[in-house]
Each structure stands twice: as C-alpha cells, then as structure tokens.
C-alpha cells in the first residue's frame, strides 16, 4: 500500500556551518564562500580572548587569537566581518555567552550603518551562562550578575528587536561534559527557568508580555549517534517544554510553546583515530534531530570530519554542508508527517527520558534553582561522575567505538596523508597583527568619548538600570572588547566555579587500576615521599575542562594527590603552584590549538624557577608535527584523543616520574 505523502512538504531547516578564523576579513570571505554554496543562515565562531572579555594584546589573550575562531575587539572589526552581507536579509548565529550583550551591541551598530532597523535583525546570541561554569568555561562574572547581562539582553530585545532570539539554552556542552539524556533536559530546562523566573520577576517585561519572551527562547541541543535516543530526547524534551511554559508562566498560545531549537551534532564524539569513519557518524547524529518531523529542528550545524585533528579547513566545512543538502533536497524526509506518530517503542522511550528530566529538574529547583546548583558545585559532580562512568564503559569496551576501542586494525586514510595540510592552519603572524590594529584603534579613536562611555557603564552597572543601552553607547564610541569586560569585572568581579572533582567518582575499578596505585605508592616510598604529587594545569583561556577534569579524577583514585585549580591560568600561575605544592609532574591539558605558545612558556618558567627537573606531560588535540616540537621542547609524553584509556595514561605518568629521578 502505497505510504501518504503530505501535501505540504515541510520546510528545509536553517543550514550552517559553525565558521570564524585568523581575523576578520578572512572570516569575511570564508562566510561569502559559504553562503554561494547554499548555507542558508550563518553561525560565527569567536576566538577566545573575545568570548571571555579580553583584547588581542592582553597576556591571557597570548596564542589564543584567532585560533578556535574570529577575534572581535572594536566596532572596526565587526564591520570587516560583516562586510557586504546584508544583515536585514540575514539569520545570524553568534556562539558568545559573557560577552553575548557587547557582541549582539557590535552587531546592531553594524546593521544601523547600513540602514537595517533593530526590528528587521534575524539571529541569535546563544547568551546561555550556565553551562558555561558546567561545562565550557568561557564564564567571567559571577552567575548573580551574569543572569543579569542575559535577562537585560532578553527585555532589550523584546522592546526593540521582536525577531531576535535574545537566549539560545545550551544543552550542547552538557551531553559533551558527560550528560545523559536525562541530564540533559533537566539540566537545560533548569537553566531555562533560571532565566524566565528572572525576567517575569525584574520588571522589566510586563507580564502580559511573557509569550513574546518564550516564543524567542530557543534552545542549542547536542546529538549523538544513538540516533533513537536522540528522536525521543527532542519529542520529551518538546513535550516538558510545552508544559513548564503553560503551567509556570501562563503562556496560552500553543505556537509560542513550541520548542525552537538548532543543533549541532557531537563534535567531542568524533575521533582521531580513523576519521574517515566521522562522516557516518555526523549522518547518523544528524537523523536523530531530523527524522522526528514533529520535533525537528529548525537550524542544523555540522562539525567537519577532521575537528579531532584541528581546525577544519573550507572543503571539509563544504563537505558537511552538502551532507545536510543531500537529505534536504535528494531525500524523501521532508515529504511525510512524523515517522513516529504511535510507535511504542518511541513513545515508551519519550516517556522514560521526561520522567527522568521531570525528576532532575525538580531537584535542582529544590535546591533552589540552576544559579544554588552551580555554585554549591551539585550540577558540576553530576556531569563529572555522569562523564566518568561513561569513560568506563569505553574502557571496558561495554561502549565500542569503532576504530578506537574494536577494528582498530586499518589502511592508511588518504585523507590524512597529506598531514598538516589536512587541516587550516593559522598563521603565527596573526596575533601581531592584532595587536597591533587595536593599539591603533585605541590611539586613533575619540579618547574623551570612549572614557565617557565607560563612565556610564560603570555607572550604570552598580546599579539597577538595563545596560544594553550604556553598551551601545560604547560600542558608538569605540570601545573595545576588553575594556568593556574590563569595567564590568570592576563592579561585578570575577568568578572561579567549582570543579566537580571533591566528589566526582572515578569510573575505573578494575585490577589494572590496582597495579598502577601500587606503582604509585612504590615510587613515592622509593622517593621518600608521602605520595606522588601532580599538578593538573590549564593555561591560556581553553576552559574546555572535561578531559582534565577525567585525569584528575583518575589520577587521584590511582594514589597520586592531585593539584587542580581549574582554567584559565598563566603559565606563571602554574609555575607558581608546582614550586608552591612540590609536585613531582605537571600535566598541561590545552584543546585551543595554543599550545605550541603555551607550552614552551610553561616549560621556561619551570627552568627559570630551578624547577627544570619537574616533567612535564601534555595532552589535546595536537597534531603529530606539532607532539615532535613539543618533544624537542622537552615535554616528557604527549597525549591526544586516541588515548583514551585513562588507567594506561597513569601507568605512563609514574613512568615518566621514575624516568625523571632516575629510578628503575
């Protein structure tokens, strides 16, 4: 019998690609070349020292420019960026979260420039804090003050920009921190909340109002390849959607409770390891938030088959956009109602993950919302444990991993074989020239203007008004990024969050794991120490935090005494807490690609300390060229993703102690 079709084809979802590199007018170009290809919307990527607040020139920001995206300082570089794209035409994806309310500011004044009304803006700033002190780390106030830039952003855009989505709910990270599905919803949708309670509570949105504010709430989800679970996370995840804005805030209109969220699908899950076989694994985590027409999403981003190796280059981002072409225009998908209407087996599943999530949010609100669960550290040694037994499993090889953990026997890929040039390169020259343009801005600005600007912000922001406007006035007079930021940590402060580890639980049991703890014990007896000590170090602004978190743990249930002090630290503030805390090794974790600059400033401040005796260890994603530098640099070991089993990396760190002192 031959299946119904709809006679209303549905709508292809927004497509982009997740772009922003080296500087503004490359990133330029590479949106222009993306967008003739047939990208439907875009999605910028910023670097580091944008998303937490600091110019190129500042000392965090070192080796982090234009590295895992496009640095933003000035008004300057916001018009470079946009250069000859129409903005009132255009939907615009913007992955900022601290400093959301100072890019969403740039872009506005660009639009304005080019005769666009704020009410003609299409896009988002994903401006989700929360799970930026759970997972991502790009946090830089405390959550009091930061929830308030987000709902200041909210009631701004209700007012004056209706068709922008002012908060994009970040549930992304949290699956990447180690996230179940049941996590997953319940954390986001606590973290929604968080943000309504406070909008529908600050007065500056009248109740009557509260529809508009849900209808431009959208969420930013992760999908994996357990492609089922994933269809029956998004139809639970739309189903408890529909019922916290009926029930909590009064919202009547049935399409203003619809859930509206885009996806990108599970970058941290692809592998290094033969990564040809990432492309069937970005088609099948794409199904999971496409085949299910009635939660489908409506913007869709795909990672390139090479980010476990390094920053992807404009074919492979081309490659993962004509993927999504091909079951947009090629397939049959968007010619059917839902696939799943009445099927047991999914709805036993929708119903087994929204019960768990009702159950996980209750609990984070009976401990007083998202805001007391963060900095009580509860939401942090969730993920941490949740990702830790998840990291058992693989182990185990309960969990396979094709490539990785079984069938790891392989020809070589074509793909790879022309090594570096497989993916982007950023040229070293880019930072200079950074720095160097905003000390130039700076000197050739309106002086009085940009201080009186900032004069306002401060005041405004030790009190109670909305500082979107204040921002404007500062983006007007040519502030920069790091000025910005810089005053609001001068009222607000700056925050370090929990790192998860006091009560996170180590996923290896096993007897492998007891041998390598009685190594440990050996070696600091042979040493004539108590225990061996081991700096876990983060340094530069890379607050990508999982996998140092992971060894952490794992490090202190095989006997070492672990010292972590969370991200974002100088290589002076590591060199500092190895003198300080005697460590016997220090392992740096960085995933930003700055580690051929951070590394070697760790490695001399060790020397110049009288400390060149500590080893050190490295681990992220670093390509085989870059590990032989670090080596001929003196890096003891070099670890990347294909390492994955965390007992043998703590067997190679006592080695590497031993080896260090000369021991058998």
């Known amino acids: 019998m031959e299946q119904p079709r709809l006679a209303d084809r549905d709508r292809p979802w927004v497509m982009r690609t997740y772009a922003g590199h080296s500087h503004a007018a490359a990133t330029n170009a590479l949106f222009r070349r993306n967008l003739a290809k047939g990208q439907t919307g875009l999605s910028v990527a910023f670097d580091l020292p944008t998303q937490t607040g600091y110019d190129p020139d500042h000392e965090l920001a070192a080796g982090e420019v234009g590295r895992v995206g496009v640095p933003v300082a000035h008004l300057g570089d916001a018009r470079e960026l946009f250069d000859g794209i129409d903005l009132a035409a255009a939907n615009t994806s ?5 400093t959301a309310m100072w890019l969403l500011a740039l872009y506005v004044t660009v639009a304005a420039e080019q005769g666009a009304s704020p009410e003609s803006l299409a896009g988002t700033t994903q401006n989700d804090i929360i799970k930026e002190y759970l997972s991502r780390g790009t946090y830089i106030f405390p959550p009091g003050p930061s929830l308030r830039l987000t709902t200041d952003v909210v009631a701004w855009t209700v007012a004056n920009a209706p068709a922008w989505n002012p908060v994009n709910i970040c549930s992304y990270h949290l699956q990447e921190a180690g996230a179940t599905p049941v996590q997953e919803v319940g954390f986001a949708l606590a973290t929604a909340v968080a943000v309504l309670d406070r909008v529908r509570d600050g007065g500056q949105v009248a109740p009557e109002r509260m529809g508009d504010v849900v209808q431009r709430v959208s969420f930013f989800v992760n999908s994996g390849v357990r492609f089922v679970e994933e269809t029956a996370k998004m139809r639970a995840f739309g189903r408890l959607w529909d019922e916290i804005t009926r029930d909590r805030y009064g919202v009547t209109d049935a399409k203003q409770r619809r859930l509206r969220y885009g996806v990108q699908v599970n970058s941290l899950g692809l592998t290094e390891s033969q990564p040809e076989n990432n492309i069937a694994r970005i088609v099948l985590e794409m199904l999971g938030v496409t085949l299910s027409r009635d939660a489908r999403a409506r913007a869709v981003q795909l990672p390139a088959w090479n980010e476990a190796l390094g920053l992807p280059r404009p074919w492979d981002q081309q490659w993962s956009l004509r993927l999504q072409q091909v079951l947009a225009y090629e397939s049959d998908l968007l ?89 982007e390169q950023v040229d070293p020259a880019v930072e200079k020239a950074a720095i160097e343009a905003v000390q130039r801005w700076r000197s050739e600005r309106d002086a009085s203007a940009a201080a009186d600007a900032l004069d306002r912000l401060r005041a405004d922001a030790a009190g109670v008004r909305n500082l979107m406007p204040a921002t404007l006035e500062c983006v007007r007079a040519g502030v920069t990024t790091g000025e910005w930021a810089g005053v609001l940590r001068e009222v607000f402060g700056e925050y370090r969050a929990p790192t998860g580890l006091s009560s996170g639980v180590s996923g290896g049991g096993d007897g492998s794991l007891a041998r ?145 002192r000369t021991l058998p």
Do not use: C, W
């Not at 036993?348 to 999530?357: H, Q, R, S, T």
């Not at 009976?366 to 942090?380: T, W």
């Open 94 to 98: 913007m992955t900022i979260n601290a």
């Open 335 to 423: 010619e059917y109602p839902d696939l799943f209407a009445g099927s047991h087996v999914v709805e036993a599943l929708v119903d087994e993950i929204a019960d768990g999530a009702r159950r996980q949010l209750a609990e984070v609100l009976d401990l007083g919302g998202a805001v007391a669960a963060v900095e009580s550290g509860f939401l942090k040694s969730a993920l941490v444990g949740s990702l830790a037994e998840r990291r058992r499993r693989i182990e185990s090889g309960q969990d396979v991993i094709v490539g990785v953990n079984r069938y790891t026997e392989t020809e070589p890929s074509p793909l790879t074989a022309a090594g570096a040039q497989a993916i």
């Open 516 to 660: 390598v703890r009685e190594r440990v014990h050996a070696t600091a007896r042979e040493l004539g120490r108590s225990a061996l000590r081991l700096l876990v170090g983060k340094p530069g602004l890379d607050g990508h935090s999982n996998g140092a978190e992971q060894i952490a743990v794992r490090a202190r249930d095989a006997g070492f005494e672990v010292v972590y002090q969370g991200i974002r630290l100088t290589p002076a503030q590591i060199v500092a807490a190895a003198a300080q805390e005697d460590v016997d090794l220090v392992g740096l974790s960085v995933l930003s690609g700055s580690h051929l600059n951070a590394v070697p400033a760790v490695l001399r401040g060790l020397a110049e300390a009288g400390l060149s005796d500590v080893p050190v260890v490295v681990g992220g994603i670093i390509p085989d060229q870059d590990a032989e530098v670090l080596r001929e640099a003196g890096v003891a070991r070099v670890f990347t993703p294909k390492d994955f089993a965390l007992t043998d990396i703590m067997d190679e760190l006592v080695t590497v102690v031993r080896q260090s």
